[in-house]
């Protein structure tokens, strides 16, 4: 993994790294703050400041920082970012532009964080009060921490129907084979994130559910570590998230089935929701039933995209 160097200060004199001329991390930053909060972001201006504004109001068990891994915004969210730091609470601005994607941009800011423990967040949502305090909790022993994503605050109710509220249940679950904890919502201690080598950069999306299986910890769950959640702003986005969530799919699971891990689910099990889209097509008429079914329809679709990069059916 490679980390950006440090540059001229920024705007606003928050610190602020560069990609141009990135240099090997084989020796680990020095930890010596508690914790690092980190920040993929890309044309978030617009949201990410609410997502600041809750993270440095709350209580912090410890020092820590701030990191914003900017994917390439152009429309000004580093300079939101620059303005929401304090000197208790500081925000340090990285430019993650030349990473793959926020999986990379993840790994560009954490080459660089100075926390013993990790704690990654998304710019489009709201962490909860105490949020920080939870995952610091739970850090404590060797685990990814995650928590309950609350999606009432932040969508409306077609959107949630569509998507459902699974994820206030308990961690989420990769077709009963293992658990695993979502990236909007995702505690480590740093030496278990660098020893693994951190997200998978080829990977469009499930980077955190791979992750998750490749450090084997525990999922440890705190109430207390909830965030509002925001599903994507419109039909479109949602179509291509869809996409990409049914994509990685047979790409997990033809690794699961390279490394013999045993009780995959067979390999034609989808059908059935091939099944649904077909008996569902009134449901088009309703607001609430076309976003449902467009949600399904587009992992299928995925599904199919993922079986030929995996050259492996998965239906």
């Given at each position: 993994?490679?980390?950006?160097?440090?540059?001229?200060?920024?705007?606003?004199?928050?610190?602020?790294?560069?990609?141009?001329?990135?240099?090997?991390?084989?020796?680990?930053?020095?930890?010596?703050?508690?914790?690092?909060?980190?920040?993929?972001?890309?044309?978030?201006?617009e949201t990410i400041g609410a997502q600041?504004?809750?993270?440095?109001?709350?209580?912090?068990?410890?020092?820590?920082?701030?990191?914003?891994?900017?994917?390439?915004?152009?429309?000004?969210?580093?300079?939101?970012?620059?303005?929401?730091?304090?000197?208790?609470?500081?925000?340090?601005?990285?430019?993650?532009?030349?990473?793959?994607?926020?999986?990379?941009?993840?790994?560009?800011?954490?080459?660089?964080?100075?926390?013993?423990?990790?704690?990654?967040?998304?710019?489009?949502?709201?962490?909860?009060?105490?949020?920080?305090?939870?995952?610091?909790?739970?850090?404590?022993?060797?685990?990814?921490?995650?928590?309950?994503?609350?999606?009432?605050?932040?969508?409306?109710?077609?959107?949630?129907?569509?998507?459902?509220?699974?994820?206030?249940?308990?961690?989420?679950?990769?077709?009963?084979?293992?658990?695993?904890?979502?990236?909007?919502?995702?505690?480590?201690?740093?030496?278990?994130?660098?020893?693994?080598?951190?997200?998978?950069?080829?990977?469009?999306?499930?980077?955190?559910?791979?992750?998750?299986?490749?450090?084997?910890?525990?999922?440890?769950?705190?109430?207390?570590?909830?965030?509002?959640?925001?599903?994507?702003?419109?039909?479109?986005?949602?179509?291509?998230?869809?996409?990409?969530?049914?994509?990685f799919t047979p790409l997990m699971m033809?690794?699961?089935?390279?490394?013999?891990?045993?009780?995959?689910?067979?390999?034609?099990?989808?059908?059935?929701?091939w099944a649904w889209l077909i008996r569902?097509?009134?449901?088009?008429?309703?607001?609430?039933?076309?976003?449902?079914?467009?949600?399904?329809?587009?992992?299928?679709?995925?599904?199919?995209?993922?079986?030929?990069?995996?050259?492996?059916?998965?239906?």
């Amino acid at each position: 993994m490679t980390s950006p160097v440090r540059g001229d200060p920024g705007f606003g004199g928050v610190s602020r790294l560069t990609c141009e001329q990135p240099i090997e991390t084989d020796t680990p930053v020095a930890a010596d703050l508690e914790l690092s909060i980190i920040i993929p972001a890309l044309d978030a201006a617009e949201t990410i400041g609410a997502q600041l504004d809750a993270l440095v109001s709350q209580a912090w068990p410890g020092d820590g920082e701030i990191l914003v891994a900017d994917n390439g915004s152009t429309d000004g969210t580093s300079e939101v970012a620059g303005r929401c730091g304090t000197d208790a609470r500081p925000v340090r601005v990285i430019d993650a532009s030349c990473a793959a994607g926020a999986g990379g941009a993840r790994n560009v800011a954490a080459a660089s964080a100075r926390g013993h423990k990790l704690l990654f967040c998304d710019a489009d949502d709201i962490v909860g009060e105490r949020w920080v305090a939870a995952h610091c909790t739970a850090l404590a022993a060797d685990v990814v921490s995650t928590g309950p994503l609350r999606v009432d605050e932040l969508n409306d109710a077609a959107v949630i129907r569509a998507h459902g509220t699974s994820h206030l249940a308990g961690p989420g679950s990769f077709h009963g084979l293992f658990e695993f904890a979502p990236s909007s919502n995702l505690g480590v201690n740093a030496p278990a994130f660098r020893e693994v080598g951190g997200f998978d950069e080829s990977l469009r999306t499930g980077e955190d559910v791979e992750l998750c299986h490749r450090l084997g910890l525990p999922i440890a769950w705190n109430d207390n570590a909830s965030v509002s959640y925001r599903y994507r702003a419109t039909t479109a986005d949602r179509w291509h998230q869809g996409i990409a969530y049914g994509e990685f799919t047979p790409l997990m699971m033809s690794r699961l089935s390279r490394d013999g891990v045993p009780g995959l689910p067979p390999r034609f099990a989808g059908l059935r929701q091939w099944a649904w889209l077909i008996r569902r097509l009134p449901a088009l008429r309703s607001a609430g039933g076309r976003q449902k079914w467009i949600w399904v329809a587009a992992q299928r679709a995925g599904r199919l995209r993922g079986s030929f990069r995996a050259r492996s059916l998965w239906l």
